[in-house]
């Protein structure tokens, strides 16, 4: 049991590449997340998923685009890359979104810089 | 979603307790509290969570008066491996809004 896995654990862009970055779980979770870190900061949402073949925004969607084709992966995606996208990437699951079964579990994290 | 407060630091001594308080003035009748753990340069987890009075586990409790319009997490007896992040989080026991990350408090545990 996995738990939650992230690809790749590292990146370095130039700006205006484009790259996507892979959410894995193995616990079979509807809920799945895509939040940013940046130095000092709390968790940003940036998209998320409430099951197979949806997506919803979060509190800071632009530049990024996500798909949910499998139950287990989620997807994150830049198409040009800014500087100001430098930040840790973190992807969570979690059963459900509220209540007591929302304990979202996170995985170990992306760092990405564009240059 | 309620709004949440928390002290942005707080430094400790090994072996005393911690309380972190969290205000949480417009929480909701059907919003419920929960608390996070961030360890440097990993993601958060779950420590806890709770609707009203006292909540206990192996970890923390967290202590929620009558009006619900705070919240303290409380962590016996600290040593250095619990510096880290605590973030307080509220959010709605139905819907599918998800919850919100503020800032947290940075604890600095101090031998």
């Known amino acids: 049991n996995a738990g939650v896995t992230q690809t790749p654990k590292f990146r370095v862009l130039k700006t205006g590449q484009s790259m996507t970055l892979l959410c894995a779980q193995d616990m079979n979770h509807e809920y799945m997340y895509w939040y940013r870190q940046d130095p000092g900061m709390g968790l940003r949402l940036i998209h998320y998923?409430?099951?197979?073949?949806?997506?919803a925004k979060g509190e800071v969607p632009d530049g990024y685009n996500v798909s949910r084709l499998k139950k287990q992966n989620f997807l994150l995606g830049l198409e040009s890359a800014a500087p100001s996208q430098t930040s840790v990437y973190f992807c969570?699951?979690?059963?459900?979104?509220?209540?007591?079964?929302?304990?979202?579990?996170f995985g170990p994290g992306t760092r990405l810089t564009v240059l | 979603l309620a709004k949440t407060t928390q002290p942005i630091s707080m430094d400790s001594y090994e072996g005393q307790e911690v309380n972190i308080t969290c205000s949480h003035n417009n929480i909701a009748t059907n919003d419920y509290i929960t608390w996070y753990q961030q360890f440097p340069s990993q993601g958060p987890r779950f420590i806890i969570q709770g609707y009203k009075t006292k909540v206990t586990n192996e970890v923390a409790s967290l202590f929620i008066p009558a009006d619900r319009k705070s919240s303290t997490l409380s962590l016996p007896r600290v040593s250095l491996s619990d510096t880290a992040v605590y973030y307080c989080l509220v959010g709605a026991l139905s819907g599918n809004t998800p919850l919100v990350f503020g800032k947290g408090t940075r604890l600095s545990v101090i031998a």
């Open positions: 998923s409430v099951g197979e073949g949806t997506t």
């Open positions: 969570a699951s979690s059963y459900s979104g509220t209540g007591v079964e929302n304990e979202q579990f």
